[in-house]
């Protein structure tokens, strides 16, 4: 009663009310999942291998997405993670219709979208937050437009010149991290279920930073970062994480499972530099 | 702010014939021979209010009159009058009966200048807004209505930062404290709000929009001590008199997070709604030196500090903000007033200091600034005939800035930056520390000269600025950073021209051109640009009045072209340390139509309608778009009446929505595993019509000894859900609107002596 007086008081409710659905974790349209990258970072020239996953409410979709690059660096205004000229047909490098396709990283990747400028005195990009930069890859399935970011492998330039010399010699390149094999197989119906995602310790890698306010280098450990996917039911959230100092290789949450029949369930576990794992598994509610 | 009022009647008072005469008078209260200030005199259709020293200036045709003074705690007296040269009277008055608390007044009936308004601290109080007087300034004309939850003013389609806050003619930092819900500077001192919304005179500077004053009362007026407390905070204040100094002071301290910690979560509760705690008080001492030479000291400081999470169903979308800001300013003020006007010299000093640690997941971001400012100001305002005055006067106002920023380019966002609300920021991390100087010394001249109905102020400003930035280049190790200075000198032409139609009705024309400095924020070499210099104004108003006491009517046009304009560099790769551009240019035209009207019948207050149209251009290659705080319309009702015990204040008010960059569609960003928007048109659709009915009723009673006050005031009285954003699905597939707060009841109680 004391509670519900001072929010009327305050007229904080509505304030908070957010009618919208936030939440992506029920599958309830064809949505792509993830786009991995097979290695997870090289240099620009290196072949990459793509794959994407999408689901829709009757499980994984196979159709052949299309494939292309972008080469379309976006301003350092702007808030999305790729140029809108990624969007409209402009600046494409084609790869073709298949599931999975190979493809070279373009050569001027660090000067389009890393820290390598033209000659003329230009702002150097900033990396992300784990030190990266990103080649674009564009994906279209049916209607779904998606992007994945390959990470590509880049120098210092910026750095004092000591600093990127031991960043050349000592850093490694991501690699993609590895979930271990999902073991459920059937669910009561319409019951609460754990779920539980693990990874061995060795996806968890540490890498070597450039801190741009010190300029100077050191050893983080990625933070890693599982969404959950299910066809019916609800799941409690959206994503468990488990940040850079935490060892714990494995984050759980409860999926309320839906009424008997087959359900999908897909795990995608990130690490904090772009790499990508994804576990699918058909399930029988009973 | 007593000579400012006294420049404005002065220009104000166009004698209908060659042959005026000036009244200067002074109101004590019989019993206890105190001036009495905030009393409304009369003379004809002439008004003016005594200051806080309790003195008037009339400038009036020679002739026979009835001198009347008001006030709703006087005996209403009238005094005949003849007016043959100039004169000055003592005018001796009697209190009502008491009954206690605070009682309404309004300084001037009509604003002298387009647009002008000045009004009295205790109708400040009186109009819905939590009792605070400075928040009344977002109920008047000229004023854009805030966004819930935002401290930023937007006059006349102005920017936040284009508007300079002064008290007592000092710059401070900021009007409000961190969300907007009271004033920074405190409550129980302010004497008066004074705003001029354009096309201000040539004794200030630095700022392309408005100007808002707020001018300390005399502590001698302030009640003994006071203490109140409602819902939002607790404040108290005191006065005591030492030889012939005599100080007051006062304290406010916020419990508005822990008054709602005590019943629930806050984060639960209102994760979008902001809770900071904030502090201030203010010391001020006055004294008579000699027969004429008053000094005015005084120290305000505002504390500011807000911690929140907006909570996520994925911690990579988990939001975490921690802002502490902190500001003081000391000031003393020596003014000498002579039979032929005025003279005053003021030596200020402050420091600032803003903390902003932010993460969006595990983006970071923070913000640090350490600033210490100071200047000096003297003016000298001399009669120099019947037909003119002279003003002149000299500032200097220098500010050292050391700041520290790291996170993406668009954490803060920027007006002009098509933002999406909900959407994250940019993930790229960027890093920089850097100085900034910016001192600017200003001689300023104007001279008003009356002659027949026309009355013209002829001034200008000019100034001399430095502008420092310790980097042209970013940092690259230890290397030494190679500093940039530029010196630019501005000569700024301001004047009016007024003509008094007929006794009632006077039109005018004001105008004149601005600079100010770019901000030291944004001379980073990573963030901004260094060199960045000034941005510059042109203003003109015009307007026409007609004013029969106690009743006015006002009609203002007003036009304001911006250039020089910091805006981003929109390039995809601008050039090294040259994000940001002076390229941007702006346009702001609009009408304003306002009644006012003063105790007539115990009702003070004012309805105003305004409609204009405020664009900006970023860069001459892009399209010309609408200012992020534009509004097209709106309309404003305030009033507040007095009878008996009881003052009843009411506010209506109904506005265009805000523009938004709407959402065409979204893609899917494998790397964050999230939606983006793909955004349309900028600023292409706009929020919904805002309306909202407030009210505040206050009952004054007797306590013992002292005097109580208990006080109810209720905010958007119809529960209207308006729209305050654009909210999105996760996908943006739907949208929907986040609404503001349907009802707001804040009771509290006051007791002083």
Redesign the interface.
Known sequence: M??RA????????????????????IIDQP??L??IAEPAEARPGAMVGYSAVIASTEGPVTAPPSWAYCT?????????????GC?DDEALIVLGTAPTVTGALPADGCIRFGPD??P??????????SGGY?QPVRVIADA??????SRITCKLP????E?ALAYDRGYVANANPELEPVSLDRVPAETAVSLTAAWPASSVETYLYY???S?TLIDRRE?M?V?WFATGGTI??????VGEDDDATTVSTTWHTPAAGTAWLWF?L?D?R?G?AVEARSITVE | MRWLAGAIVLVASTAAAQSVATLRGRVLERATQEAVAGAVITVGNELAATGDDGTFVLELPRGSYTLEVSAPWLVTSRHPLTLEADTSLVLEVDAAAETGGERIEIIDIAPTAPGETRVDARLARAVPGGGDAGKVVQSLPAVARPP?GSAEIVVWGAAPRDTRVFVDGVPVPALYHLGGYRAAVGNDLVGDIHLTPAAFGADRGRAIGGVIEIGLADPATRAAWRAQAD?LDASVSGRTRIGPVTIAGAVRQSWLDR??AI??DPQE?????PLPRWTDAQLVARATLGTDVVATGWVLGALDSLERTLA?????TEVTERVDQRWIRAQVTLRRDTARGFEAATLWAGRDRTSDDFAFG???ASHTSVQWVGGVRGVQQTRLSELATLTVGADIDAELATL?R?G???IPAREG?P??FG?????????D?WRATTIDAAGHVAVDVRRGRVTATAGARVDAWLLDASRLT??????PGIGTQQIVYTEDPRGSVQLRITDETIVRIDGGRYHQARAASDASAVFGTPTLGLEEAWHVTAGGQWRRAPFAIEAAAYARWLDDLVA????????????LTQGGTGRVVGVQLTARVVGWRGISGWLSYALGKSTRRDDTMQAERLFDHDQTHGLIAVAGWEHGGWTLGGRVRLSTGEPRTGVL???????????????GAQNGERLPVFFAADLRAERRFPLGPTRGAAYLEV??LTGR?NGEEI?????FA???Y?????????VGLRIER
């Open positions: 004391m509670r001072v929010v009327a008081m305050l007229g904080l409710s509505a304030a908070c009310a957010d009618p919208l659905d936030q939440r992506l974790a949505r792509v993830a786009v379309a660096p976006k301003p350092p205004t702007e808030d999305n993670a790729v140029s809108t969007i400028v033209p003329g005195g230009f702002r150097p990009r900033a990396a992300d937050a990103y779904l437009l998606a992007f994945g970011l910026t750095a004092p010149g600093v801190d741009p306010m300029q933070a970062r969404s409690d959230v959206d994503a468990s994480a995608v990130r904090s772009g990508i | 819930a819902l008054a709602i019943v629930a509760l209102a994760p979008n709604a996520s169903d994925d911690p990579a595990i983006t970071p520290s790291s993406s380019l668009t930056d933002h999406i959407q994250p920021p940019g993930d790229d991390v960027s890093a520390r970013p940092r690259v190790g230890r290397t981003r560099d929109l390039a995809v790769t601008p050039p090294l340390a040259k994000t569609g979204a893609l899917f960003d494998s790397r964050s595993g999230r939606f983006q928007p793909i955004r905010q958007n859900a909210i999105y699905s996760a996908d739907q949208h929907s986040l609404t503001g707060l349907p009802l707001l009841a804040i």
